[in-house]
């Protein structure tokens, strides 16, 4: 079992920069695929980007690849997602989520934060 908390979102303009952090609880963090995914309002729940246990291997939705970067601190229990050149359409609730199978990547996630809110104004 893992406990996932998120912190980092805010309001930001349309061009800036963020970055976003998921603290993970208990025991063997670098057992666990890490994932972030978003829900715009009205919309369904989306995979944005997503790390292997030890960093190796990572992947993205197209519409965040080149702005996005999703990277993992096992020491400190934590998953970051660096997001830059931000975008109004970026508007979203952004979820941690956590399993321990690597493949599908994009979904199949066990664990899930409460959520934090990226507001990008243009």
């Known amino acids: 079992q893992v406990q996932l908390v998120e912190s980092g979102g805010g309001l930001v303009q349309a061009g800036d920069s963020l970055r976003l952090s998921c603290a993970a609880s208990?025991?063997?963090?670098?057992?666990?695929?890490m994932a972030w995914f978003r829900q715009a309002p009205g919309k369904e729940r989306e995979f944005a980007a997503g790390i292997s246990w030890r960093g190796s291997n990572t992947d993205y939705v197209d519409s965040v690849k080149g702005r996005f970067t999703i990277s993992r601190d096992n020491a400190k229990n934590t998953v970051y997602l660096q997001m830059t050149s931000l975008k109004v359409e970026d508007t979203a609730v952004y979820y941690c989520?956590?399993?321990?199978?690597?493949?599908?990547?994009?979904?199949?996630?066990?664990?899930w934060g409460q959520g934090t809110q990226v507001t990008v104004s243009s």
């Open positions: 989520a956590a399993k321990a199978r690597l493949i599908p990547l994009a979904s199949g996630y066990d664990y």
């Open positions: 208990g025991r063997s963090f670098g057992n666990y695929v």
